[in-house]
């Protein structure tokens, strides 16, 4: 917990609790691989140091190249002075990565000043409010070198799918289902959401959810025994705000587990799957999506994609330390598994599905070559082959 710090909080207080994790791209070593130490604790420390009156506690760590900065506080979701915090932090640490001279220095800060919100400014968010439970489990996930479509398949069988997650039929109030409410992020009048109820929505819920690079699960999930939010993924599609690919969109997500919503072991089993997300090298590819512990950077074919995951209990607003969700033994027979998923994929090198389609390529040069080939075709006029002379 290199970078973890702890407030006070208010003993025995009953509280509706925000939960805010906000993450950005700020430079790396090596290329996209991982911040450098000093990067982290500048921003761990500027949140330890600013953040006295405004959080309750916090929570900083890294996922491949990116930071996330994970806050408890009581200011509710989109909070301007949580979010101005967490952007001083980046802007702040941007500089930092400038001086020691990181790659990507300042990558993911989009625009020049803050508008009250990091939302559209390039960090992604994800928020979770709530009445805090007498123990309040839940989980951080932190995905890199993918966008936010890389949960779909992990939530639909978390959520929907008995084979799965055999808690919808053994306990009679998550029986009840879930609401998924998923969001079109290419619509081009602007993202639109719907909601659908599993378990009688579910063929349209899996229509939707098969093309992650159009439809994500949106921020929430929702327990429809007891109506309260599950899940909050961030859903921000930096080409969106850009105008242009900036680099893929990392995705952060928080669950809550237990009780009314899934076991923490059914939340975190579908990853076992290694299933293909968009992204990997030059944000362009299909790749397996590896567990990966805490704190890790990336390496083969700046990839594969991974995705960590901690779970933390929340009393109070105050934090427990971390317990590392996929550094369990199990998880390094996943990760061969998905090593070598990851190499044979990547024997077909730009061919077919290993390669991104052309509207999620993070790169021009395959538009630029294909309109200045388009002049050199010709029609077919006979059967005749010409002969090379
Ligand atoms: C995501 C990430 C990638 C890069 C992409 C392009 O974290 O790092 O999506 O944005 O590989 O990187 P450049 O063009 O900087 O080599
Ligand atoms: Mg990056
Ligand atoms: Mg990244």
Known sequence: MECSLHFGQVEGWAM?????????????VGGHVSPSKHLRETVASYIAEQGTRLILDHYVSYTGDD?????????????????????????????????????????????DSFSGNVKGMGPAVAELEF????????????????????????????????MNT??????????????????????????????????????????????PERY????????????????????????????????????????????????TGEVLAPYAIGHFVGGCMRGSHQMPLMPVTLNTG?????????VSCAGFCVHNGKLTEPIDGFAQPFWD?????????????????FIGTAMLPMSEL???????????????FHMRVTEKVHAIN
């Open 16 to 28: 509706k609790l925000t939960l805010s994790v906000i993450k950005a791209d700020i430079g790396s």
């Open 67 to 111: 930071i996330a900065i994970l806050m408890t506080h009581s200011r509710g979701e989109g909070d301007e002075q949580i979010h101005r915090l967490a952007w001083d932090a980046f802007r702040i640490g941007a500089e930092a990565a400038r001086q020691e001279g990181l790659y990507g220095a300042g990558q993911d800060l989009l625009k």
């Open 131 to 162: 009445d805090e439970r007498p123990n309040e489990p839940f989980l951080f996930f932190a995905a890199d070198k993918t966008d936010p479509g890389a949960y779909n398949l992990p939530l639909y069988l978390a959520f929907a799918d008995v």
């Open 166 to 211: 055999p808690g919808l039929i053994l306990s009679p109030r998550i029986s009840r289902g879930f609401r998924f409410v998923i969001m079109d992020v290419n619509h081009t009048t602007g993202d639109r959401v719907i909601e659908l109820d599993a378990p009688e929505d579910l063929y349209d819920i899996a229509a939707l959810l098969r093309d």
């Open 216 to 263: 994500v699960v949106v921020e929430s999930v929702w327990s429809r025994a007891g109506g309260e939010q599950a899940v909050a993924v961030a859903t921000s599609r930096l080409h969106n705000i850009a105008g242009k690919y900036t680099g893929k969109d990392d995705p952060v997500m928080l669950v809550r587990v237990q009780m009314d919503f899934p076991a």
């Open 298 to 306: 990336i390496s083969y074919f700046d990839g594969p994609p991974i």
């Open 333 to 349: 027979t996943v990760r061969g598994h998905v090593a070598n998923k990851a190499m044979e994929i990547r024997r077909q090198g």
């Open 362 to 376: 993070e790169y021009t040069g395959i538009a630029q070559k294909l309109s200045s080939l388009d002049e050199k």
